[in-house]
């Protein structure tokens, strides 16, 4: 994406002139070639300060790669005194999250034993004035692949999942369709099947280094056309029916992805507790 090269270029220019930056580092997807890019991508751009404070309490200084139409900032608070950040929206549609680091902070990330995960998805050095780089890490990638479970993770992920079903089934008998979408949305679709759908696509590929990036987005790439109109059976609208239909798309997928992904790895896969959670959901469903 022009636009967006040029920001960066406008960036890495302001930054070699102000003396207040010591280093700048481009992170995130545009730097890991694990990760999906396209023209909506952000830049993720860190920065490092003699003094980072007049930067995190004053904003004129986002203003000078173009016109923001948003922002959101954090202090350090929230990341336990390492950093402060500033994400912005300019009116380009170029979205770029400053990283404000002061030097200090900086070295103590690079000292520490592991990358923190920001970098272990991929990091570029743009600027190094003074050479504070130089025992930083090559990343890993690590923290994006999927990794096979244990028994007992895999195990607890199936059971958790069918109790947690019962939660939507009461929900829907009850006509609280909020309750039953915060059930299956965050609970059931976030902690539980897309976990198991990265270890299936994972163990399809033999565990050798392989992501779905976030949250899935890569799911479509790795699934056929069966698998994927079956996932797409999950999701619904607010008609409770409709609802319902999705509970039970949802339980067929975990059986079958899941016995079959035990049977590979040679897991036990809890069938009792199955049988018993989809009788208690019928029998839900078919209450007056």
């Known amino acids: 994406m ?16 102000n003396p207040d930056i010591r280093a700048v580092l481009l992170t995130s997807s545009l730097v890991n070639p694990y990760a999906p890019v396209d023209d909506l991508s952000d830049l993720d751009v860190e920065l490092v300060f003699n003094q980072r404070l007049p930067y995190e309490t004053e904003n004129e200084w986002v203003r000078f790669f173009g016109d923001p139409i948003s922002m959101i900032e954090e202090d350090d608070t929230v990341f336990e005194g390492k950093h402060a950040m500033k994400m ?27 990358l923190p995960d920001d970098w272990d998805v991929g990091y570029k050095v743009l600027i190094d004035k ?11 990638y690590q923290s994006v692949m999927i990794h096979k479970p244990t028994e007992k993770e895999f195990r607890q992920l199936i059971n958790d999942f069918w ?22 949305e965050n609970i ?15 163990d399809a590929h033999d565990w050798d280094q392989i992501t779905t990036n976030k949250h899935g987005r890569l799911f479509r790439k790795y699934l056929s056309a069966d698998q994927w109109e079956a996932v797409e059976a999950t999701f619904s609208g607010s008609n409770t029916q409709e609802n319902w239909a999705a509970l039970f798309a949802f339980a067929n997928l975990v059986h079958e992805w899941g016995t079959d992904l035990a049977q590979k790895l040679g897991f036990t896969y809890p069938v009792t507790l199955e049988k018993d959670i989809r009788a208690y959901l019928l029998e839900v469903k078919s209450l007056s």
């Open 163 to 184: 109790w947690d079903t019962t939660y939507v089934a009461k929900c829907l008998k009850r006509g609280d369709i909020f309750y039953a979408k915060f059930m299956a």
């Open 130 to 140: 003074d050479n504070l780089t130089k025992n930083l890490k090559p990343p890993t």
């Open 188 to 202: 059931l679709r976030t902690d539980y099947l897309v976990p198991l759908i990265e270890w299936c696509i994972a």
């Open 88 to 114: 912005v929206l300019y009116r380009d549609h170029v979205k770029v999250d400053f990283k404000l680091y002061q030097v200090s902070e900086f070295i103590e990330e690079i000292k520490n034993e592991s």
């Open 2 to 17: 022009k636009l967006r090269e040029e920001k960066l270029e406008k960036i890495i220019r302001w930054a070699e002139a």
